[in-house]
T-cell receptor, first 111, second 111 residues
Framework: RKEVEQDPGPFNVPEGATVAFNCTYS??????FFWYRQDCRKEPKLLMS?????NEDGRFTAQLNRASQYISLLIRDSKLSDSATYLC????????????WGAGTKLIIKP | DVKVTQSSRYLVKRTGEKVFLECVQD?????MFWYRQDPGLGLRLIYF???????EKGDIPEGYSVSREKKERFSLILESASTNQTSMYLC??????????FGPGTRLTVL
């Protein structure tokens, strides 16, 4: 079983719609959670950290459910520029801050 | 602004060649990482370093070595390139308690 699992998609969504996807993790000792965004042929870039209480950044909302071991990302009023692959990342807090990466969910926003 | 640079964006090598991939960061980060990314798989950690001259194996170190002689520079070495090492190679850096920042990646093709 993979440590971090994501639906690979692609999710094809019309512009302006709301889209949400989840990521499950297997290790209950996981302590930090992130969503990264990766554009085609580019490097991953941090989109947002995911806090226990949930957090929002503009049109983006991230939630953590420790009991069920998943994190979610919600995008409201989707834009064409939101088309990308979204990577779920989990870490165990140690001095070296290693990250465990999901394979990503591909999102395509259609006009 | 955070800056991680990699020596080449695209590289084509022949089987058996020795390959050097260079990564430089200008943020005075202690930690540096080398990943490879292949379609359908998450980022897989090859090696990381948490200090000058220190290195630790990641999940897939076989066929690779690394060098960190200076804090800002982390090199990945393929001693004898093979076709199964054709991949996207991503370098990242971080502080011990922060998330990771990536370079633009090197797309390596081994013929």
């Amino acid at each position: 079983r993979k440590e971090v699992e994501q639906d690979p998609g692609p999710f094809n969504v019309p512009e302006g719609a709301t889209v949400a996807f989840n990521c499950t993790y297997s290790n209950s000792a996981s302590q930090s959670f992130f969503w990264y965004r990766q554009d085609c042929r580019k490097e991953p870039k941090l989109l947002m950290s995911v806090y226990s209480s949930g957090n929002e950044d503009g049109r983006f909302t991230a939630q953590l459910n420790r009991a069920s071991q998943y994190i979610s990302l919600l995008i409201r009023d989707s834009k064409l520029s939101d088309s990308a692959t979204y990577l779920c990342v989990v870490s165990f807090m140690d001095s070296n801050y290693q990250l465990i990466w999901g394979a990503g969910t591909k999102l395509i926003i259609k006009p | 602004d955070v800056k991680v640079t990699q020596s080449s964006r695209y590289l084509v090598k022949r089987t058996g060649e020795k390959v050097f991939l260079e990564c430089v960061q200008d943020m005075d980060h202690e930690n540096m990482f080398w990943y490879r990314q292949d379609p359908g798989l998450g980022l897989r950690l090859i090696y990381f370093s948490y200090d000058v001259k220190m290195k630790e194996k990641g999940d897939i170190p076989e066929g690779y070595s690394v060098s960190r002689e200076k804090k800002e520079r982390f090199s990945l070495i393929l001693e004898s390139a093979s076709t199964n090492q054709t991949s996207m190679y991503l370098c990242a850096s971080s502080t011990p308690t922060d998330t990771q920042y990536f370079g633009p990646g090197t797309r390596l093709t081994v013929l």
